[in-house]
């Protein structure tokens, strides 16, 4: 009996059903025009795209601001959108997982010699030639050891006429100054609001999810200028309040969850009980709040922190609330930021949650009462 052999025309090529995708690459930008922000940035690539004269690049910034999304859309713009294409085109490594020299000298260097095909056609069809090199991109190339970086300096001369690299890391500090100095440096701020709001809603539009301004400015606060890290919180809310039957509203209060940080209700709370003013939460009469005593506020502290939350992440709320007070005074402030910075290089070090935060919650107390 002769058995079927399948051929590779008869197996069926791998596809992801879109519903199962994360959204953050679901809708990643496809070209550098989809990029949210960094405009000064994008006007320099533009410029670079339409003359396909391409530097060795390094970007650098915080996570979740568009760094390795814009320079793989730059990649499929200058090389088109066909995968063959782009897979002779450009190598991308994550350097946080090959990060030493034998990678390097294998892997890269083979990529780097290695002559492009020329093309006959433009990359689209229609708008750029395609250059006639191809683009290793790096990605956190901030964790790459010294001998490594040591080894590419020496392949970006050697190889600079038919290929290009791009460092994508986080901090431009860690990469040696002669690897630095051969890149044109682009750095990637954290997102606005404005931005953040217009790609969120964007993507609840076509997720058919329903999105308040509160829930909207929950997400933009938690992320804290990071795309990926919102668009991941707006996922996970949206299956949260899909999975109950009848599907519910997205609360802000879910987010918060989502995000890990602690309810603002419950940092207020605790903030009251120190004697801050929370503002928009005076009493009705006008009474001033009573001045809590240490039984008081270490009751209140282990009521807190009996209900699970980050330490860390408490004293980062409590920072913020202290800090933009409109109406608490610099001193007081100075007083307050420096007992939460010892606390958290106490923590840091491994000292004990409770014991802390009730250590800050009694300087802060003093010095809102002196």
């Known amino acids: 009996m002769a058995f079927f052999q399948p051929t590779a025309k008869t197996v069926p090529k791998h596809t992801i059903d879109p519903a199962l995708q994360p959204w953050v690459e679901k809708y990643r930008p496809k070209t550098i025009d989809d990029v949210s922000a960094q405009e000064h940035t994008l006007t320099v690539l533009r410029k670079s795209l339409s003359s396909t004269n391409l530097p060795h690049m390094l970007f650098y910034g915080p996570p979740g601001t568009g760094k390795t999304s814009t320079i793989l859309a730059l990649a499929r713009q200058l090389f088109g959108f066909s995968p063959d294409n782009f897979r002779n085109r450009v190598l991308e490594l994550n350097a946080s997982d090959e990060r030493g020299i034998s990678v390097v000298r294998e892997k890269i260097k083979a990529f780097a010699r290695q002559t492009p095909r020329a093309q006959a056609t433009a990359s ?3 708008k750029y030639p395609c250059p006639p090199y191809k683009i290793i991109i790096l990605d956190e190339a901030d ?6 970086q ?24 860690r990469i040696i100054e002669p690897l630095a100095s051969r890149c044109s440096k682009f ?3 954290p997102l606005d609001s404005s931005s953040t709001t217009s790609r969120l809603t964007q993507i609840a539009a076509a997720e058919h999810v329903d999105v308040t301004p509160a829930v909207m400015s929950t997400l933009i606060d938690t992320s804290n200028g990071d795309l990926r890290r919102a668009i991941t919180y707006l996922q996970s809310a949206s299956r949260l309040s899909s999975s109950s039957d009848p599907p519910s509203l997205i609360a802000p209060i879910d987010i918060q969850e989502i ?13 009251k009980a120190l004697g801050l003013e929370i503002a928009g939460d005076m009493e009705v009469d006008g009474a001033i709040p009573k001045r809590q005593g240490f039984d008081d506020i270490r009751k209140k502290v282990k009521e807190v922190i009996r ?16 800090v933009l007070h409109q109406t608490l005074p610099a001193r007081q402030k100075a007083i307050c930021a420096l007992a ?6 106490a923590l840091c070090e491994g000292a004990d949650e409770e014991l802390w935060i009730l250590e800050v919650a009694l300087q802060i107390h003093k010095a809102i009462s002196s």
């Open 307 to 322: 209900q699970g939350y980050s330490a860390m992440q408490l004293l980062s709320q409590l920072h913020d609330l202290v």
């Open 150 to 173: 040591g080894a590419l300096r020496r392949i970006m001369e050697t190889y600079a006429r038919i290929t290009r690299f791009c460092l994508v890391c986080n901090y431009v500090t």
């Open 124 to 126: 689209d069809g229609k």
């Open 143 to 148: 964790s790459m050891t010294q001998d490594a």
């Open 340 to 345: 939460i910075a010892e606390a958290d290089k």
């Open 187 to 189: 750095r990637f701020t």
């Open 259 to 271: 995000a890990g940080v602690v309810p603002t209700a419950v940092v207020n709370d605790l903030a």
